[in-house]
Nanobody, 124 residues
Framework: QLQLVESGGGLVQPGGSLRLSCVASGDRLDSYVIGWFRQAPGKEREGVICISTTGGSANYVDSTKGRFTISRDNAANTVYLQMNSLKPEDTAVYYC?????????????????WGQGTQVTVSS
């Protein structure tokens, strides 16, 4: 199984951008679908976006479509989440997770390895 570590979170003003990284170890990244999830204060964790082993992606959250993109660099064992035009409602802890099989896959139960999360706060 993969071990995953997220980074790149922080405090950003509305309209700003962040790029989150999810670095994998323990196995080849190119065999896994990677998903990004987020959990806002007082809310359940939700699936945001995933990327397949061949680079196809699926974005589940309407409010992030056109603003969030996902990419992968298998040679670097890293998946990225580029977040643009950030809004206060994007504030959450962001997690990456891995699974085998296909993407889209918005449900947590299909994922077997999780990172520890990185905090994203969008505020002026």
């Amino acid at each position: 199984q993969l071990q995953l570590v997220e980074s790149g979170g922080g405090l950003v003003q509305p309209g700003g951008s962040l790029r989150l990284s999810c670095v994998a170890s323990g196995d080849r990244l190119d065999s896994y679908v990677i998903g990004w999830f987020r959990q806002a204060p007082g809310k359940e964790r939700e699936g945001v976006i995933c990327i397949s082993t061949t680079g196809g992606s699926a974005n589940y959250v309407d409010s992030t479509k056109g603003r969030f993109t996902i990419s992968r660099d298998n040679a670097a064992n890293t998946v990225y989440l580029q977040m643009n035009s950030l809004k206060p409602e994007d504030t959450a802890v962001y997690y990456c997770a891995s699974k085998t099989g296909s993407c889209p896959a918005p449900r947590e139960r299909y994922y077997h390895s999780w990172g520890q999360g990185t905090q994203v706060t969008v505020s002026s």
